[in-house]
């Protein structure tokens, strides 16, 4: 099981590269598509220097050979996607040869495939923000170069009081721990493009936070901890122990804030509560458009042709299942907010 959800983390990050890569430096589509035929180039090519057909030929020979077929190959490419929109991957994939979808199935099966996939992203709560006997002057600065860095915090977040009356209990700070852990792994699995993949990441964010998916009470930090990592691998998702441990001191990151900012030390949380807030935000807004639901079923059918998504147990993500969502995340602002 667990070599097959890696096949399927690799052909989704994949395939995510085939839509990124099409993004120039300046935000703008590539238009002569050089990237995107980059990374296609990559598989041939990777394909090409496994292969020992030419290992009787002179070393010269092999290397104008090499030298055209990559030509060709790049020529070739151009070619087939001169006209074709670069951000549909669906349309990408369907201009790939027979061949071209094998190498691509063959670098999967014998691991190979990990030489292209994309650096993964450095998360927002791991940048380093040297906080260390700076100037007073320079302070706000910091701060607000540490806010630009960081998901956008929901404005007017509300005291524990003014929504509740009663004391939290001990286990919910336990219980946030469990939303935070199944956060920072859509984020890392999703390469900070969770909003790209809007209805599957906000799929995978409910299904691995059981407090989230069933409202369950934590008892201990490890417990929490432990649900995310035993949920992921019911959903079929990847999971390992470095994956355990990146989830962990995630956690620890985010719980402990910017180094040496004890005044902000709630602003990682807050970020990472906002961001849940805006996905979720989100969904329930697409859902409200004229065939919302219809465009969540439709959601990356390129990803579709890889990942076997009946091992999936997709949720039915209304409105009112939204609706409860937000407001629990509006009861953790106020928690974090009086109480951390």
């Not at 667990?2 to 935000?27: M, P, R």
């Not at 996939?117 to 260390?132: A, C, G, R, T, Y």
């Not at 985010?254 to 949380?269: A, E, R, S």
């Not at 509560?273 to 990356?300: H, M, P, Q, T, W």
Request: include cysteine; hydrophobic fraction near 35%; proline fraction near 2%.
């Amino acid at each position: 099981k667990h070599e097959q959800c890696s096949e399927n983390f690799y052909k989704e990050n994949v395939i995510a590269e085939l839509e990124q890569q099409t993004i120039g430096d300046s935000g703008t589509s590539n238009s002569n598509g050089g990237k995107i035929i980059d990374i296609l180039n990559r598989i041939e090519n990777l394909n090409d220097d496994e292969s020992g057909d030419d290992d009787n030929l002179p070393d010269e020979q092999n290397e104008y050979d090499s030298d055209d077929n990559i030509e060709d190959i790049e020529s070739d490419l151009a070619e087939r996607l001169k006209n074709i929109d670069l951000d549909n991957a669906d349309a990408v994939w369907d201009k790939l040869t027979e061949n071209e979808k094998q190498e691509f199935q063959t670098m999967l099966e014998n691991g190979e495939i990990e030489k292209i996939i994309p650096q993964s992203v450095d998360p927002w709560w791991n940048q380093i923000f040297n906080m260390k006997i700076i100037e007073t002057d320079k302070i706000q600065t910091m701060e607000h170069e540490i806010l630009e860095k960081c998901p956008k915090i929901v404005k007017n977040i509300k005291t524990f009081s003014q929504i509740s009356s009663k004391e939290p209990s001990l286990c919910v700070k336990y219980n946030l721990i469990n939303v935070l852990g199944a956060y920072v792994y859509i984020y890392r699995y999703f390469n900070a493009d969770h909003f790209d993949y809007l209805h599957e990441a906000t799929n995978s964010l409910i299904s691995i936070s059981l407090n989230l998916k069933s409202n369950k009470i934590f008892a201990s930090e490890s417990f929490a901890i432990e649900s995310v990592t035993q949920e992921c691998m019911n959903q079929q998702l990847p999971m390992d122990e470095e994956t355990t441990n990146f989830i962990k001191e995630d956690i620890k990151a985010i719980l402990n804030g910017p180094c040496n900012t004890k005044h902000m030390k709630k602003v990682f949380i807050f970020s990472a509560l906002s961001d849940i807030y805006n996905l979720l935000k989100l969904v329930r807004i697409k859902l409200d458009e004229k065939d919302g639901e219809n465009n969540a079923k439709n959601e990356n059918s390129f990803c579709k042709k890889f990942v076997n998504y009946e091992q999936r147990n997709f949720l039915n993500l209304d409105k009112k299942l939204l609706k409860n969502l937000i407001l629990k995340i509006d009861y953790y602002f106020a928690y974090v907010n009086s109480y951390l």
